[in-house]
């Protein structure tokens, strides 16, 4: 059982920056899909970026352009880098992970990291 552990989410201004971290339990090994996902109040969550394991990312449409997502498999991390932040980037943002199994795929959550843009 992959245990995540978000960090870094806080206040920000518009405009203004964060970068969120998300340390797994263990290697991230094999096939895998690492995301962030993000749900406001009132709203379904959805992805907001993921990364594979041959680095192929995908970005929603709203934050294109002004998120990063990376990882460091050495340190078993992954990490959005978040510009020009925006009310509307105001949510819970989740990190996951997605495996395959022979069947299915798994998903594993964290427990969640709040980003609030506000002035």
């Known amino acids: 059982q992959v245990q995540l552990?978000?960090?870094?989410?806080?206040?920000v201004q518009p405009g203004g920056s964060l970068t969120l971290s998300c340390v797994a339990?263990?290697?991230?090994?094999?096939?895998?899909?690492?995301?962030?996902?993000?749900?406001?109040?009132?709203?379904?969550r959805e992805l907001v970026a993921s990364?594979?394991?041959?680095?192929?990312?995908?970005?929603?449409?709203?934050?294109?352009?002004r998120f990063t997502i990376s990882k460091d498999s050495a340190k078993n991390t992954?990490?959005?880098?978040?510009n020009s932040l925006k009310l509307e980037d105001?949510?819970?943002?989740?990190?996951?992970?997605?495996?395959?199994?022979?069947?299915?795929?798994?998903?594993y959550w964290g427990q969640g990291t709040q980003v609030t843009v506000s002035s």
Not at 55 to 64: F, M
Not at 78 to 82: G, P, Q
């Open 90 to 107: 105001t949510a819970v943002y989740f990190c996951n992970v997605r495996r395959p199994t022979s069947t299915t795929w798994n998903d």
């Open 78 to 82: 992954v990490y959005l880098r978040m």
């Open 25 to 44: 339990s263990e290697s991230i090994s094999g096939i895998y899909v690492m995301g962030w996902y993000r749900q406001a109040p009132g709203k379904l």
């Open 5 to 11: 552990v978000e960090s870094g989410g806080g206040l």
């Open 51 to 65: 990364i594979t394991n041959i680095d192929s990312t995908r970005y929603a449409a709203s934050v294109r352009g």
